[in-house]
């Protein structure tokens, strides 16, 4: 019979080192880590606190060929806040400004003219625009004429 024994195969020698806990690469890949975490958090903070979202909306349509091609300028004097939109030289066109609520001044440039609105915005206002330009001496509607004398006879 053969002889079996309790003794492991491979013995290890009784003065081997402890595996190390981490290396120093692992460690700066934390350190790097927990620093990316802490200033994506600190500038979504600093965006929350400085920046105001636009809860109000001014809609601007034009259908008249008065006003073709005509910039249309959304500014806020004491923000110092300017929106622009020039449309296409083609024809009408609708134009939504979302904006923060505030004092709003709406010009339209017609290059003789310039339309002018001003709009007091409250958070979830929506104040709608179509601006009329002014009647020109072709579209202006004819003054009614009394009959003279001589053809009243």
Known sequence: MSETSNRPVH?????????????????????????TFFAMVGFLYYRWVTVREPKAVIEVRVDDRAFEGKKVVVTNGRQKLVRTFQPAPEGGYFARF????????????????????????RPYHTVRLVPNPAPTSATAPATPRRPSAS???
Request: aromatic share 6%; net charge negative; hydrophobic share 50%.
């Open 151 to 153: 053809s009243a006879s």
């Open 98 to 121: 979302l904006l923060p609520p505030g004092r709003w001044a709406v010009d339209i440039d017609r290059g003789d003219r310039v339309f002018q609105y001003n709009a007091d915005l």
């Open 11 to 35: 013995d290890a020698p009784s003065d081997a080192e402890p595996a190390p806990a981490g290396g120093l690469l692992v460690q700066a890949g934390l350190v790097v880590l927990a620093v």
